[in-house]
Structure formats: structure tokens, C-alpha cells
T-cell receptor
Framework: EAQVTQNPRYLITVTGKKLTVTCSQN?????MSWYRQDPGLGLRQIYYSMNVEVTDKGDVPEGYKVSRKEKRNFPLILESPSPNQTSLYFC????????????????FGPGTRLTVL | DAKTTQPNSMESNEEEPVHLPCNHSTISGTDYIHWYRQLPSQGPEYVIHGLTSNVNNRMASLAIAEDRKSSTLILHRATLRDAAVYYC??????????????FGKGTKLSVKP
């Protein structure tokens, strides 16, 4: 089944403790992206990747890192989490990057609910 | 990206058609109209998209006004599973995009049995 998977689905952690949220897609998609969703603010893009080894900042990148060493995986790293990073996180992928970004549908993962105490 | 305006909420009865409106008066000639929905406790899900002509797929139909300043997502027979927040999003076909979807507040659709 074609899908985007995220792990963990739920995570409670403490301030400053490094964590990684994994994202994997099995559709051979070039483009992958991370969003966070907060009440009243909607979904906002954190980082995106047009292809392997190509990543760039989205609208709210502060406090986050990403890497894209393989096409299928796009982990989100919080080196020193803070309470303002408590949010619902979604990973997404689509077939093509920039050239087809405007018409490709994006496939979203099920979400990771992160709480930072 | 141009802005869209949608009603905050709408109600429908099960098995009846639903018309979800979206205004985008500042749309440019290269903007595609996309619709996504987000069911409770799930990630957003692609529904349909179009440029100028009306579009149909297995999930819904998209009716685009002749001047392209508005569009309507049509669910032909609403089911309880269609209760979700529906987002109308414009995507620039002119290139140079970082590929992100700009989600507004959307329309929360409730479906009554």
C-alpha cells in the first residue's frame, strides 16, 4: 500500500532532550516536506526537500534540522526541544519537486503529536 | 500565493449533495485550484484540483467559475465519513515554488445522519 509513515505517533519529552521523528514513503517520491499544525495557525511548512541531499527551509525552520540521505526517508530532528515546539507534526511527499509542485498532489502521513514539557 | 476565502462551517444531511464554496478573487492566470480535506485525527488528504475546466474524480467534482474568481467543491452524496475540514488552496503554476501548501482555516463540514 502506497503510504507515508511517521514514528512515533505520540511523544512526550522534556526540554532539551534531543529527539528524532522519522518519516518514510514507499512511492519513490522526489519531494518531501515537514509541516506543523497549531490551533489558530493552521499548517505551516518547516523544511522541505526537492530530492536526495537537497533540503531547504520552509516558513518556520527555527529549532529544527532535517536530512535527506535516502530518497524514501526524511527525518525531523529537534536538537534541543522547547515547549513552543509542542505541536502536531505532519510529513508529506509528492512525486516531483519544484517543476511539478503546483499540480502534484501531496500525500500526508498520519501525524506525530509532540509534547515538550 | 493568492488568498482564498471559505465559510467557517457548513452542515449537510447524509446522502445529500454538498456544495463547498471558495472565493479567490485575486487568482492569477497560472494558479491551480486545489482542494484538500482533513478528517479528525488524520493528516490532510488530496481531493481534487483544476485550472480552468470543471473536473471530476471518484471523490468529488470541482466547478470553476468562468472568470476563475470562485470555485465550488461538490460532494455528490455526503456520507458521515465526509465530515472533515475542507481546504481550498491556490498553487502557482508559474514555477519557483517551494512546494508548500498554504492552508487557511478551511470549512468545517458536519454531516448529519
Amino acid at each position: 500500500e502506497a503510504q507515508v509513515t511517521q514514528n512515533p505517533r505520540y511523544l512526550i519529552t522534556v526540554t532539551g532532550k534531543k529527539l528524532t521523528v522519522t518519516c518514510s514513503q514507499n512511492m519513490n517520491h522526489e519531494y518531501m516536506s515537514w509541516y506543523r499544525q497549531d490551533p489558530g495557525l493552521g499548517l505551516r511548512q518547516i523544511y522541505y526537500s526537492m530530492n536526495v541531499e537537497v533540503t531547504d527551509k520552509g516558513d518556520v525552520p527555527e529549532g529544527y534540522k532535517v536530512s535527506r540521505k535516502e530518497k524514501r526517508n526524511f527525518p525531523l530532528i529537534l536538537e534541543s526541544p522547547s515547549p513552543n515546539q509542542t505541536s502536531l507534526y505532519f510529513c508529506a511527499s509528492s512525486l516531483f519537486g519544484a517543476a511539478g509542485a503546483y499540480y502534484n498532489e501531496q500525500f500526508f502521513g498520519p501525524g506525530t503529536r509532540l509534547t515538550v514539557l | 500565493d493568492a488568498k482564498t476565502t471559505q465559510p467557517n462551517s457548513m452542515e449537510s444531511n447524509e446522502e445529500e449533495p454538498v456544495h463547498l464554496p471558495c472565493n479567490h478573487s485575486t487568482i492569477s492566470g497560472t494558479d491551480y485550484i486545489h482542494w484538500y480535506r482533513q478528517l479528525p485525527s488524520q493528516g490532510p488528504e488530496y481531493v481534487i484540483h483544476g485550472l480552468t475546466s470543471n473536473v471530476n474524480n471518484r471523490m468529488a467534482s470541482l466547478a470553476i467559475a468562468e472568470d476563475r474568481k470562485s470555485s465550488t467543491l461538490i460532494l455528490h452524496r455526503a456520507t458521515l465519513r465526509d465530515a472533515a475540514v475542507y481546504y481550498c488552496i491556490l498553487r502557482d503554476g508559474g514555477g519557483g515554488s517551494q512546494g508548500n501548501l498554504i492552508f487557511g482555516k478551511g470549512t468545517k463540514l458536519s454531516v448529519k445522519p
